[in-house]
């Protein structure tokens, strides 16, 4: 079979290629390569990399994920700090891992999860006066932090090892995408800002370890996350059976951490921004949480199922806005993508992102439109046609806890609270390793309670 040559994107400069492009608007680039092709090659610096804009292609991909695998050099950075835990770990090595972490995400852990986020939420609005302006991501970031060390340890963390992970992760997350992007020998660099990463992770990963050491040498079930994986076994085909070592442990949490905070915290800021630019939608979501909650009564893991609305406002919030809105693979073996020959040892990119603003799928696609996701009234796109949490054997082992306790944050806040623009100025998405809103501050405008029966 003949092969055909993968077009190169439009816009490269000596030397750089398509890099600074790529760091000064990643969105927008990213945006303009499906008119060139089903794929595209760019190219960063000296790497050649190509991007996929198919979503037929995207899934292929996605479930071969023995010859589409985490490597090359984003991988290869980003362990330096979080370690070979289940999101950034190879094909070799992931089924082991999946199969011992899954007792952590067992459905009966989940409503203790779910008690802490809505205590830690309810203790954010409690916070709140009458027209305070608050600035949105650091605030979710932080609640999303502290609910999920809470989650990961219990009681286990004294305040001040609890704040100093907070402070590692913030300064683990500003740096980590800048530096996937970066040439090796810059960020070895003695810059103050390579040395503030190192020492963060290292501290990160020493209090860890203090923690896990100690909590296995207790020997309790303290109903976290933590106890699951100390807990859980493997059994091979050969019938021995294995356990997650300490070190495996730490990369675990280290990932969990990191990953799990920013998804929910940027879950929630975009969710209140896009509220707060619709507020018809906005009325019709403090409805539905009034109906369902009297007014008055905290949120639980049961009421998700009579939050219809809130649901669909969320799923279309991860559209518009998913947590992993590019991801990287490194193809193992060569292979052959719609007529090209892709040899192996290439870097692959795939763009969530791109995908769900595909307008046959999604008429106006740039348009926040809860309803579409109304079975009922709208034909439903795809399954790999929406993939704010990946797809196949590496999709998120985290999506519902962390979409079910995005939803419970957003259903204690808007129980009480209006969040309202301070100005009709849109909030332009950052892309580092997710996708942050760019200066958000909202006014919270206290509802008066109509306490109702519960239903």
Not at 168 to 178: S, V, Y
Not at 280 to 285: C, F, N, P, T, Y
Request: glycine residues 6%; aromatic residues 6%.
């Amino acid at each position: 079979m003949t092969t055909r040559t993968t077009p190169s994107a439009l816009g490269t400069l000596p030397f750089a290629g398509h890099a600074p492009r790529m760091l000064r608007d990643p969105l927008r680039f990213l945006s303009s390569l499906p008119a060139q092709g089903d794929l595209v090659d760019i190219q960063l610096g000296t790497m050649k990399v190509t991007v996929v804009c198919d979503r037929e292609l995207t899934r292929q991909l996605l479930l071969a994920d023995d010859i589409c695998d985490k490597g090359g050099p984003w991988y290869d950075r980003i362990r330096e700090t979080i370690g070979n835990g289940l999101v950034t770990c190879p094909h070799h090595v992931h089924r082991r891992q999946r199969r011992l972490i899954q007792p952590s995400f067992h459905p009966s852990r989940l409503p203790g999860y779910a008690r802490t986020m809505v205590s830690r939420a309810t203790a954010v609005s409690d916070g709140w006066h009458d027209g305070q302006v608050i600035d949105v991501p650091p605030l979710m970031l932080t609640l999303s932090m502290r609910a999920l060390l809470q989650n990961l340890f219990s009681s286990a963390l004294d305040p001040q090892t609890a704040q100093d992970a907070i402070d590692d992760l913030r300064t683990i997350l500003r740096a980590i995408h800048r530096r996937t992007m970066l040439p090796p020998a810059l960020n070895r660099l003695p810059t103050v800002g390579n040395r503030r990463y190192h020492a963060a992770g290292q501290r990160l990963r020493r209090n860890l370890q203090t923690v896990i050491a100690g909590q296995r040498q207790a020997g309790k079930d303290y109903g976290d996350l933590l106890s699951a994986m100390l807990s859980a076994r493997d059994t091979a085909d050969d019938g021995s059976e294995s356990a997650l070592a300490d070190a495996e442990i730490s990369d675990q949490l280290i990932t969990f951490f990191a990953a799990g905070s920013e998804t929910m915290a940027n879950i929630l800021s975009w969710t209140l921004y896009l509220l707060s630019r619709h507020p018809e939608i906005e009325q019709r979501l403090h409805a539905e949480v009034d109906s369902v909650l009297a007014g008055s009564s905290p949120a639980c893991l049961d009421d998700l199922d009579r939050l219809p609305f809130l649901n669909r406002v969320m799923r279309e919030t991860l559209r518009l806005y998913p947590p992993v809105w590019m991801v990287t693979r490194e193809v193992t073996a060569e292979t052959t993508l719609s007529g090209h020959a892709i040899p192996a040892g290439s870097a692959i990119m795939l763009s969530p992102y791109l995908l769900h603003r595909q307008s046959d799928v999604y008429p106006d696609p740039e348009r926040f439109d809860p309803d579409r996701w109304d079975s009922a009234h709208c034909p439903q796109p795809p399954r790999h046609a929406f993939i704010p949490f990946g797809l196949g054997p590496r999709k998120c082992i985290g999506d519902q806890y962390g979409m079910a306790l995005a939803a419970l944050a957003l259903a204690t806040f808007s129980s009480r609270w209006q969040l309202s623009a301070l100005s009709d100025a849109e909030v332009r998405p950052v892309a580092h390793t997710s996708l942050t809103p760019a200066a958000l501050r909202l006014r919270a405008i206290e509802r008066p309670l109509h306490p109702l029966p519960r239903r």
